[in-house]
């Protein structure tokens, strides 16, 4: 293991990069434009909790509520982009220079390429060695870049404070197809700004390196979106998911098929697991129709994704 002189990394750290106002606060003020009616998650307790406006080539791309004792974000908010579901393969790992420091950059950058991350950017967040030996985790991200369109949006989401460690074989059989369930949906039937949030549930499970817990493990995944403005000429098995709806999973080896429920059954079920999120409320008054009409029909409980089409 390679061993840095603290002094020289709290030097070399401290001026590599230009300070600029901090957006790591108490408040999201500086990108609330990313949330619905500009208003956060409401409800949300715990300790050590950094929010976090994520800003990659000087612009705010998404915003974090990130758990720094869990090294963990308990949800990413953003603007959904109409996409072809793409991924970017040219970018790499960043961290947050924010997080060290409230005198340190807003943007993001690239982990540096050392043998052993510096302590000072350990010491405040998860770094790639967390992962090395955490096997059948694999990083996925909260705002996924399948859920963005412009180049530099896409490459904003690979940053550590988005990601958290998910069962390999969940990531890939169930999350990673209902994001894209969920991108074909929008795609078609959103007409106006779909604002989104997609979060974890915590238990006691963690990944350790060197005898240390390290990262927290989530117990399930869950997102949430609201579009206000949608085609309602839609098919009657989409139209009822409008203008908001959600999805929960388990983190696990087996029984991890994503449940989608209405907006006030995912609170439910949230505030069921969790005293992070006793009071949950996802969204405004529950995100409001723009449409000019009322629905009357009565919507179904639970949605079985494998009986509509979306293609």
Not at 117 to 135: C, F, M, R
Not at 206 to 229: F, S
Request: proline share 7%.
């Amino acid at each position: 293991m390679r061993l840095f002189p603290t002094w020289a990394l709290s030097f070399s750290l401290l001026t590599a990069y230009h300070p600029v106002s901090a957006t790591v606060s108490d408040s999201f003020r500086d990108c609330s434009h990313f949330f619905y009616m500009e208003t956060p998650p409401a409800g949300v307790g715990g300790h050590s909790l950094r929010r976090i406006c994520q800003v990659y080539a000087d612009k705010a791309r998404y915003a974090t509520l990130y758990d720094s004792s869990r090294r963990l974000p308990l949800y990413s908010a953003y603007i959904f982009q109409k996409s072809d579901g793409k991924r970017r393969m040219d970018t790499p790992w960043m961290f947050e220079p924010q997080l060290l420091s409230g005198d340190e950059s807003a943007q993001m950058r690239a982990l540096p390429l050392t043998d052993d991350s510096p302590p000072l950017i350990e010491g405040s967040q998860a770094v790639l060695e967390d992962y090395t030996d955490a096997v059948g985790y694999r990083r996925g991200p909260l705002n996924p870049d399948l859920h963005q369109a412009e180049p530099d949006d896409k490459s904003s989401t690979y940053t550590l404070t988005n990601v958290v460690p998910l069962i390999t074989d969940f990531l890939d059989t169930s999350w990673n197809p209902y994001l894209d369930t969920v991108r074909r949906r929008l795609n078609n039937f959103c007409q106006g700004k779909s604002f989104m949030v997609a979060g974890v549930t915590v238990s006691g499970a963690t990944i350790q390196r060197d005898n240390r817990d390290r990262l927290a493990i989530p117990k399930h995944l869950w997102l949430a979106y609201c579009c206000p403005w949608f085609d309602r000429n839609s098919p009657y098995e989409v139209r009822f998911m409008f203008p908001s709806y959600g999805g929960y999973a388990l983190n696990g080896q087996t029984g991890h098929s994503v449940v989608e429920v209405p907006l006030k059954s995912l609170e439910d079920f949230l505030r069921s697991q969790t005293d992070i999120f006793r009071d949950m409320t996802i969204f405004y008054k529950g995100c409001v129709s723009e449409n000019p009409f009322k629905r009357t029909e009565t919507w179904p409980e639970e949605t079985d994704l494998t009986k509509i089409n979306f293609n």
